[in-house]
């Protein structure tokens, strides 16, 4: 027996078989001490003559998480993961890897290389690399299509989607039914490999492009133009795939070399790269620590049945907890209840649960409407109307039924939850949990922390926000919170922009061409323009220096134009379409508005200029906001703009989309819209101090922290 100090990748020899085990926690990330310690095990087992056959494995319960992405910035990286492929591959002795768990990216490409496979049949795999804005850059795009088919390969690589493993039998050697059996199973083909099938190279495998494959191609390029609008990536991916039938094994690497390198280069990449570390970041806070407390969550009640609290509802029965939802009414409970019931038939519909679980989901969830029934409740959410004094009550009666330790926790969406904790005597268990509608779909989960609010608190909200497989961003109280602060200026602008001349259609489209999913006027019609007007009229005291904000928004909804729902809004819509059609109505009343308010109606309106005023003024906002330390760090801006908005990945986040123009530029232009825009300008386009103070010492929001 012999051992080797490595502590990425330990090595031992046992009877014949040299063993490298990767075990860098928590992912076995292919760091440069990695890729060292593999090269080193190979060349150790190939040089000992006692050495009969290498495997190479983990500690871990993960393969490999693939390549360390935090070494795509730069430094040291060789031996370069290819050259580590290359050694393993053409190893003179059986090279066998035996995946106890997942494999992505990198990690597969180095089970690739082996000449055999083997895992047990419940693992995964996968090739998520165009999630990060490049491709498989090892290999992985040569060999996977030389043992699984081109359709599978290519929905592999080019959706990043990890697979079954069941699903590949031309991958795996051998499938374990269990992993328990792996050791076992791996003993017996080391055993049962011959002089003839010991060394399998899989870059031997020789494929050509045929009429079959090249419809394959033409299909998923045609079927990835639509899906994948607007990313880089997936379309290189696919020419990458392509070489492996066109190309010879080695020029077939060198295609993929050069492609990898064309996408590394790309800001997408280096945003999608940000986007995945902002995702982890979120929930690294410095509110609370390893030894603060977290408290259990075993039942959940709801108060009020409606849009959100029945969304919300759904996400604790889906995660398997009991939820008692508290309405004024037995009538509107069981409107409440019948809703979700709806909600799980129509997805039993899609066949994405079977009757089964719809009952089961539903025999989690009970409607009452007497407080005495939340004694036992460990965490109450309200999503009661949006005013203050109905929200106040419920706190104070929650406070006289609750157990001593509940938390109290509100749905509201602008509301001061300082303010709702003064209702209770027990301030420090009293929390914000802002979901997005709809509830049971939409990801993002802005915890909002108030003044009172105990690190035990937040900790266990955090925590349970993965429970219920969302993703949980910390902001602090103020109107609207990270979210809804920001999209204030964006709908602003978008509207006064539409007074002073540009038509809808032309603003959505720069919005929609920048890669939001819909424009702001064709929001504002899906969500119901009555809601932005009713915001208004509270908010006078925000707006009521300024007579023109919101004109036009206005007298559409004074005329019925409440958006998609009375089929006519910024736009018209045909019954049962939520096609928006241009109405000149529309631009009628906007001159109308402008000729009452003395602004002056503009026809050179250009695309620069909305997309500076709409999206520049987000930013600016955002720039406050972190100045405020209402967001701790500007990527949990970026998280809650991806997830609660649909902001293009690709471009990771309004705040990375900032310090990748430069936030020189951002201001730069800002400040010239701020100077043609007169008063207007003076009024709403203030660049942020800490724009100015970033922007002058040439900084990002990247590395700012308060
Ligand atoms: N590189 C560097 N760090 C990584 C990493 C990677 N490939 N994968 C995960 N990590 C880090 C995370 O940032 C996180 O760090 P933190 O605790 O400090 O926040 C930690 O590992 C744990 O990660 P998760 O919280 O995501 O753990 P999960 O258990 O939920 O998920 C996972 C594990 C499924 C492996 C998930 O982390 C993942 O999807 N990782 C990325 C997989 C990937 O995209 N691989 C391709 C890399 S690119 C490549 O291989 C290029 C090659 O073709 C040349
Ligand atoms: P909704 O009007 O659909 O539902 C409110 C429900 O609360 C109604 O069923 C009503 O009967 C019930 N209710 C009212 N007063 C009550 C009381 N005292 N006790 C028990 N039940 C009571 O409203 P929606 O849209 O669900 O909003 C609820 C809260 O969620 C609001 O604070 C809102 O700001 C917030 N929110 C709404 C979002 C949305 O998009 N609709 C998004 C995020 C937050």
């Known amino acids: ?108 490409e180095v089970a690739l290389a082996c000449h055999h496979r083997i895992t047990f049949a419940g693992n995964k795999v996968g090739l998520p690399e165009v999630n990060l804005g490049i491709l498989p850059g090892a290999g992985g795009t040569q060999r996977l299509p030389r043992l699984a088919d081109v359709q599978t390969a290519l929905s592999m690589i080019v959706t990043g989607r990890p697979t079954s493993v069941v699903k590949l039998p031309g991958v795996f050697d051998k499938i374990s039914d269990k992993p328990e059996h792996l050791l076992d199973d791996t003993k017996q083909y080391l055993a049962s490999l011959t002089e003839s099938n010991a060394i399998k190279r899989t870059s031997e495998i020789t494929l050509s492009m045929n009429e079959e494959v090249q419809g394959v191609f033409d299909a998923v390029t045609a079927q990835t133009k639509k899906a994948s609008k607007g990313f880089f990536a997936p379309l290189k991916c696919i020419e990458a795939v392509k070489g492996a039938y066109t190309l010879a094994f080695e020029d077939g690497l060198k295609h993929e070399g050069k492609l990898f390198m064309a996408c590394m280069n790309t800001p997408q990449a280096r945003a999608q790269q940000h986007f995945f570390f902002a995702e982890r970041a979120a929930g690294h806070v410095s509110d609370f620590d390893k030894s603060t407390p977290e408290r259990s969550i075993e039942k959940v009640a709801i108060i009020g049945a409606g849009t959100m609290g029945g969304g919300i509802a759904m996400n604790f029965a889906n995660a398997g907890i009991p939820v008692t939802m508290l309405e004024l009414k037995p009538e509107a409970l069981e409107k409440g209840l019948a809703l979700i019931r709806k909600n799980y038939e129509n997805s039993a519909k899609k066949g994405k649960l079977t009757q089964d679980q719809v009952e089961s989901r539903m025999a989690l969830l009970s409607g009452t409407t007497s407080y005495d029934d939340l004694s036992e409740v460990d965490l109450v959410i309200e999503a009661v109307f949006e005013k203050m004094e109905v929200k106040k009550t419920v706190f104070s009666t929650l406070d006289k039924v609750c157990k001593p330790g509940a938390i109290l926790a509100s749905n ?251 936030l020189g530029t951002i201001l730069d232009k800002l400040t010239t819209y701020r100077d043609q825009l007169g008063d207007y300008g003076k009024m709403w386009l203030q660049p942020s101090e800490l724009l100015i103070k970033l922007a002058q010492e040439n900084a990002s929001f990247k590395n700012y922290s308060k």
């Open 1 to 108: 027996m012999t051992d080797m100090e490595n502590k990425a990748v330990a090595y031992n020899v046992e009877q014949g078989v040299a063993t490298l085990t990767m075990q860098s926690a928590p992912v076995n990330a292919l760091s440069r001490a990695v890729r060292v310690g593999l090269i080193e095990g190979i060349e150790a087992a190939l040089a000992d003559d006692s050495v009969n056959a290498i495997v190479v494995t983990s500690s871990l319960p993960i393969f490999s998480g693939g390549a360390d992405i935090s070494e795509f910035s730069g430094g040291d990286l060789s031996p370069m993961l290819p050259e580590v492929l290359d050694k393993i591959e053409n190893a003179t002795k059986p090279v066998v890897a035996v995946l106890p768990g997942p494999a992505f990216g990198g990690g597969l």
């Open 412 to 662: 509201t969406s602008t509301l001061d939850i300082d303010e709702i904790a003064t209702a209770t005597s027990r301030p420090e268990d009293v929390i914000g949990l802002h979901f997005f509608s709809p509830a049971n779909v939409m990801k993002l989960l802005e915890v909002v922390k108030a003044d009172k609010t105990s690190s035990e608190v937040i900790k266990t909200c955090m925590k349970m926000a993965k429970r219920i497989k969302k993703v949980a961003v910390l902001v602090g109280v103020c109107f609207g919170f990270v979210g809804n602060r920001m999209i204030e200026p964006y709908g602003r602008e978008a509207n006064r922009l539409l007074l002073e001349g540009a038509t809808p259609e032309q603003v959505d489209r720069v919005l929609t061409e920048f890669g939001m999913p819909m424009g702001p006027f064709t929001m504002g019609d899906m969500a119901g323009l009555d809601i932005g007007y009713y915001v208004r009229q509270s908010r006078q005291e925000y707006i009521s220096h300024d007579p023109a904000y919101g004109a036009v928004a206005d007298r559409l909804v004074e005329m019925g134009r409440n958006g998609l729902k009375t089929g006519r809004g910024a736009y018209n819509y045909e019954p049962g379409s939520r096609v928006p059609i241009p109405d000149p109505e529309v631009l009628e009343i906007a001159k109308q508005e402008a000729n009452r308010l003395g602004v002056k109606q503009r026809s050179d309106i250009s695309d620069e200029e909305i997309l500076v005023r709409v999206m520049y003024t987000l930013i600016n906002e955002g720039a406050c906001i972190l100045e405020e330390g209402i967001a701790a760090k500007s990527s949990d801006i970026d998280v809650i703009y991806v997830y609660g908005y649909g902001f293009p990945v690709y471009r990771g986040g309004p705040m990375q989309y900032a310090d990748e123009v430069g």
